[in-house]
DNA sequence: CTCAAACGGGG
DNA sequence: GGGTACGTTTGAG
């Protein structure tokens, strides 16, 4: 059956895009679902790449078309150069626009023309091919196309593929849900004592495949083959046959296929496991390289949880066991690196396989969790899944204004070249939101405030836009606060209608969503879907104070800061006329001491009444009691906080993480401490677990192995201009004859004696003793007030008490 | 105080 | 299709 009925033309969900060259002009390939679950690839090959060319005022502007015209470099030249009008911030020029019929010529093309007369700057030609192509094509990918075009063959292992003739968008609210796609998860486990070897691959679907592959040992549940290459190759083929729409992992690229890659480099095996006949490439994006494949989406979840999702989570610890624990309810059995080697070495392939499927398993879990709210990123952005759900805040901020820009004939400003970041970096740093410091102690009766997305609602109701400060051609009603700069008043800033389309857009789904059932699937979609447009919103004031932004403005980004200030003191004297104490505020909450929620209200409809625009100041809710800490750490100024609501949930947050640079014997009263205070709900407890695991250090008890720290060699010793505790411990190796090398791990103990930390930093083999104090002042203490310091719990009462906290037990779990 | 260097996730 | 992390923490000097 042909689905490709010309006349009606097929209905499709874009889901990836890419290009390839074929006959050296870019074919751009859209990779897609029917409705019916049915596989589609749409070739388009009408789309040429560009780039901008400002000229100076003073160019003659038809000898600079006719020079741009006449280039040529390694035999490409342009294919055609035309005189366009666009806006950049917001003023009209007359710009040049270079057309080519190869994308990779852009670059070369730029880099020529930038050398000519006449040309004051080049715009648009860092955009990947495929990217300018949707943005221009209005196509939104996780959305629907109707596609006109005829069938044709392709080695793409698709039900069909379509030449493009017509490719039109369905509007968002015609069709809103996604194809039921068919995902697999996987997991490797590795063995460092074997040279580094993968020995074991687990995978799980959508459609109840489940497969454990390893080597040497055999067992029930597992496939055992020859080798770990054999292992590989199965796994390569076994994707092959499922031939799932995605491929999903935690933290994939920067662990799995960084090792499967590595593999594959030593035994000369291409790495296939897209939808056509491409092998894997690793996309370099800053620290992260993406794993991509053609036409099988790799998302990698970790990637989403660190950039993204983190915010939200209140686990600070981004572990596969942790995470799922919170999103899913679902434990992970946690082996150590030890333990999965030693089970390895036993030949207990059956416990190993039976944890290697479970972490698939979590995986595949998490991947249906979150899906739907990286598709609604993406649709919200307008990138791919692929490439939404690997961005931060503030690139997805981008794409949405780069967007925006073409959508509103605007050029979008370039990134800024390596010095002006630079300078950005090292610029002052300037007055942030108003905090004011909570006295110390408990507070009881909290209600707390918080302005709805205060900076948003400051950049609409301000008109906060680069190229609206200090306008000429109005009156100037109102200067930002303390600050001698005024925005326009007669035109739209084109960052604040941006925003303000985000926000009317969450407002028209949160109306639709209270006619809906919680449980609906059309419920589940539109919150996703309103989260997506409120981060976004709110991450549009850091995009303007972040370094790499392309609308970078510090004056904005000062603005906002200021009418934000502005406010919230407007808010906090509000209620001291009105006799209520403000016990703390930051940014754009704040805890007032109030009693009865009648008051409140009285309070909060007092508050809102005198707020301009769109802004707005909710009541969140009350809370028995908290405390708060500003625990001062350089020059920032981090929050924590602890407080304890009406039903009588703790919420702790800002004292998590202790690094794999820590002592095992501080990792583990961390952990104890917090167990102690979330499960136990005895601050007590937790007091007295540190000040017996201090007296252990003192008595000289403690075994070695649980004050071993670890830390990796990054370069060389000899390159080293600072010598910390791990350098100096490697060099009393390296003299004692044992090779250390750049990459190696130094396992080491701070023992006795005088001298700076790093002097007294022995190698692990050669420790004789340890130095309490190190381990209770750098260590033990440290890590258990992170977490106890927001209780109330200083050093001193650790040390010095008796034990009796009582006033703090009241913190208790119902 | 400034500056260099390491962490995260995975095993 | 030119994006070379990022924000935070620790210890040395």
Redesign the pocket.
């Known amino acids: 059956m042909i689905e490709a009925d010309n006349s009606k033309g097929q209905l499709v969900c874009i889901i990836d895009a890419d290009y390839v060259l074929s006959d050296k002009e870019p074919l751009i390939r859209l990779w897609g679902k029917t409705k019916s679950g049915r596989s589609v690839l749409i070739l388009d090959r009408t789309f040429d790449?560009?780039?901008y060319v400002l000229p100076k005022p003073s160019a003659d502007l038809d000898k600079l078309v006719e020079a741009i015209k006449a280039m040529e470099i390694e035999g490409s030249k342009p294919t055609r150069v035309e005189i366009v009008k666009k806006n950049l911030y917001g003023k009209e020029y007359d710009f040049i626009q270079v057309f080519s019929n190869n994308?990779?010529d852009?670059?070369k093309f730029r880099?020529t023309v930038k050398h000519f007369d006449g040309v004051k700057e080049e715009y648009?030609?860092?955009?990947?091919?495929y990217r300018?192509y949707i943005i221009n094509k209005g196509i939104v990918p996780m959305s629907w196309v109707r596609v006109f075009g005829k069938e044709i063959k392709t080695n793409a292992d698709m039900d069909l593929s379509i030449e493009a003739e017509k490719i039109e968008s369905i509007k968002e609210e015609e069709i809103s849900e996604y194809p039921s796609l068919h995902i697999l998860a996987f997991?490797?486990?590795?063995s460092?004592a074997e040279g580094d070897e993968i020995i074991m691959i687990s995978m799980m679907d959508t459609k109840d495949f489940k497969k454990i592959i390893t080597y040497g040992n055999k067992a029930s549940n597992v496939e055992t083959v020859a080798n770990e290459e054999e292992m590989i190759k199965r796994f390569f083929q076994l994707v092959k046959e499922q031939n799932p729409d995605m491929i999903v992992g935690?933290?994939t690229d920067?662990?799995d296929f960084q090792k499967i890659a590595e593999k594959c480099e030593k035994y000369k095996i291409p790495i296939i496991l897209g939808k056509d006949d491409s092998h894997m490439i690793f996309r370099?994006?800053?620290?992260v390289s993406a794993a991509r494949f053609r036409g099988r989406m790799h998302i990698d979840v970790?990637d989403f949880i660190e950039n993204i999702l983190e915010d939200s989570l209140s686990t600070e610890?981004?572990?596969?066991?942790r995470v799922a624990r919170e999103l899913l309810g679902l434990k992970k059995e946690k082996l150590s690196?030890k333990e999965?080697e030693e089970l390895w070495k036993k030949g207990d392939i059956k416990t190993l396989g039976e944890y290697c499927l479970h972490?698939s398993l979590l995986t595949l879990k998490l991947a249906k969790n979150l899906l739907p709210q990286i598709f609604e990123l993406s649709r919200v952005v307008g990138q791919t899944p692929f490439?939404a759900s690997r961005m931060?805040y503030s690139?997805l901020v981008?794409w949405l204004l780069i967007r925006a820009a073409f959508n509103s004939n605007e050029i979008a400003p370039n990134?800024p070249k390596y010095d002006e970041m630079m300078r950005r970096r090292r610029a002052e740093p300037y007055a942030g939101g108003y905090v004011i410091e909570p006295k110390e102690g408990i507070h009881e009766h909290l209600a707390l405030f918080d302005f709805q997305s205060l900076y948003p609602s400051i950049t609409i109701t301000h008109n906060i836009s680069p190229e609206m400060v200090d306008c000429n051609c109005c009156e100037v009603e109102t200067k930002v606060p303390d600050y001698e700069h005024h925005f326009c008043t007669e035109k739209r800033g084109f960052i604040p209608i941006v925003l303000e389309n985000l926000v009317r857009r969450r407002i028209d789904i949160q109306k639709k969503m209270k006619k809906l059932e919680p449980k609906t699937m059309e419920y589940k979609r539109f919150n996703s879907r309103q989260y997506a447009l409120k981060i976004l919103a709110n991450a549009s004031y850091g995009y303007y104070g972040?370094p790499?932004s392309r609308w970078y403005s510090r004056v904005c980004a000062k603005s906002i800061t200021a009418w934000g200030r502005y406010y919230i003191k407007n808010v906090m004297e509000l209620a001291k006329k009105l006799n209520y104490e403000v016990i703390y505020g930051d940014t754009d909450s704040l805890f007032i001491k109030i009693k009865t929620k009648k008051a409140a209200k009285e309070f909060l409809d007092k508050a809102n009444a005198m707020l301009p625009g769109v802004m707005e100041l909710d009541f969140k809710g009350f809370y028995k009691s908290g405390i708060f800490v500003l625990a001062k750490?350089?020059v920032?100024a981090?929050k924590r906080y602890a407080l304890i609501d009406e039903e009588g949930n703790l919420t702790i947050r800002g004292f998590e993480r202790v690094?794999?640079?820590w002592s095992k014997i501080a990792k583990d009263t961390q952990e104890k401490v917090l167990l102690a205070v979330l499960k136990e709900e005895s601050i007590q407890k937790a007091v007295l677990i540190t000040k017996r695991t201090i007296n252990k250090l003192k008595s000289g008890k403690v075994k070695m192995d649980d004050l071993v720290i670890y830390?990796?060699?990054?370069?060389s010793l000899s390159q080293?201009?600072?010598?910390?505790?791990?350098?100096a411990a490697a060099r009393k190796m390296k003299e004692r004859g044992i090779t250390v090398k750049e990459g190696y791990i130094i396992g080491y103990i701070i023992t006795k004696g005088t001298g700076?930390?790093?002097s007294r930093a022995e190698p692990v083999s050669d420790a004789k003793d340890y130095d309490p104090d190190y381990y209770i002042h750098?260590q033990v203490l440290?890590a258990a007030l992170r977490v106890l310091q927001g209780l109330g719990v200083t050093e001193e009462k650790i040390l010095h008490s008796s034990g009796e906290q009582s006033d703090l037990t009241m913190f208790k779990k119902k």
């Open positions: 790449p560009y780039f994308p990779t852009i670059p880099d648009e030609y860092t955009i990947p091919f300018r997991d490797i486990e590795t460092q935690y933290n920067r662990f370099r994006r800053g620290r970790y610890v981004l572990s596969l066991d690196w999965i972490d490439d931060s690139q981008e990134r972040y790499g750490s350089g920032a981090k690094r794999r640079d830390t990796r060699l990054t370069k080293y201009e600072q010598v910390g505790p791990h350098v700076s930390i790093s750098n440290p």
